[in-house]
T-cell receptor, first 113, second 111 residues
Framework: EAAVTQSPRNKVAVTGGKVTLSCNQT?????MYWYRQDTGHGLRLIHY???????EKGDIPDGYKASRPSQENFSLILELATPSQTSVYFC????????????FGAGTRLSVL | QQKVQQSPESLTVSEGAMASLNCTFS??????FRWYRQHSAKGLEVLVS????GEKEEGRFTAHLNRANLHVSLHIREPQPSDSAVYLC???????????FGSGTQLTVMP
């Protein structure tokens, strides 16, 4: 069964601190995505990747970096966390060929104080 | 840039009554639409994927797509209290692999 695992599940960070959210998928999917979810905005795309070594900017990339060191792992990095980045973050993976279906992780709740 | 909007923001129905959720999008060239469900702050569960105009049924969930009207809907037959959740419409942006989401509809099913 397709699996996407996010860690940590909950994180409290201080303003100005560095935060790294990790995502691991066992689906052997080429594409991976990071979204954030806020009330009234639904899910918004931050960064995505087409494969190991690639990162692309989504709709709201400012303040975030991404890293795809391998097929399985995709990280979201907040170098200088701000309270406006308090949100729930979702990672997803998907295939490139044929019908694309995204598989989502369970989410990471981040609070920046 | 594809824009996706959902209505209503919230919907309350009685158990057993049909629930209908709406989604409009701005780019009619897309051909890949999904409806997801999210319970509380858990992960997303895909309910129905639809790729051509018409109807697609998955159990109690039926999606209707009309690209000429830039509209896709979700109908839930015989909803149960356990169906209470946020429902998200998503459209795969043409020419890329970006999935654009609406802001969601909070569905509450009363026993």
């Amino acid at each position: 069964e397709a699996a996407v695992t996010q860690s940590p599940r909950n994180k409290v960070a201080v303003t100005g601190g560095k935060v790294t959210l990790s995502c691991n998928q066992t689906n052997n999917h080429n594409n991976m995505y990071w979204y954030r979810q806020d009330t009234g905005h639904g899910l918004r795309l931050i960064h995505y990747s087409y494969g190991a070594g690639s990162t692309e900017k989504g709709d709201i990339p400012d303040g975030y970096k991404a890293s795809r060191p391998s097929q399985e792992n995709f990280s979201l990095i907040l170098e200088l966390a701000t309270p406006s980045q308090t949100s729930v973050y979702f990672c997803a993976s998907g295939s490139t060929g044929g019908i694309n279906t995204l598989y989502f992780g369970a989410g990471t709740r981040l609070s920046v104080l | 840039q594809q824009k996706v909007q959902q209505s209503p923001e919230s919907l309350t129905v009685s158990e057993g009554a049909m629930a209908s959720l709406n989604c409009t999008f701005s780019d009619g060239t897309s051909n890949n639409f999904r409806w997801y469900r999210q319970h509380s702050a858990k992960g997303l569960e895909v309910l129905v994927s639809i790729f051509s105009d018409g109807e697609k049924e998955e159990g109690r969930f039926t999606a209707h797509l009309n690209r000429a009207n830039l509209h896709v809907s979700l109908h839930i037959r015989e909803p149960q209290p356990s169906d209470s959740a946020v429902y998200l419409c998503a459209v795969l942006s043409s020419g890329s692999w970006q999935l654009i989401f609406g802001s969601g509809t909070q569905l509450t099913v009363m026993p």
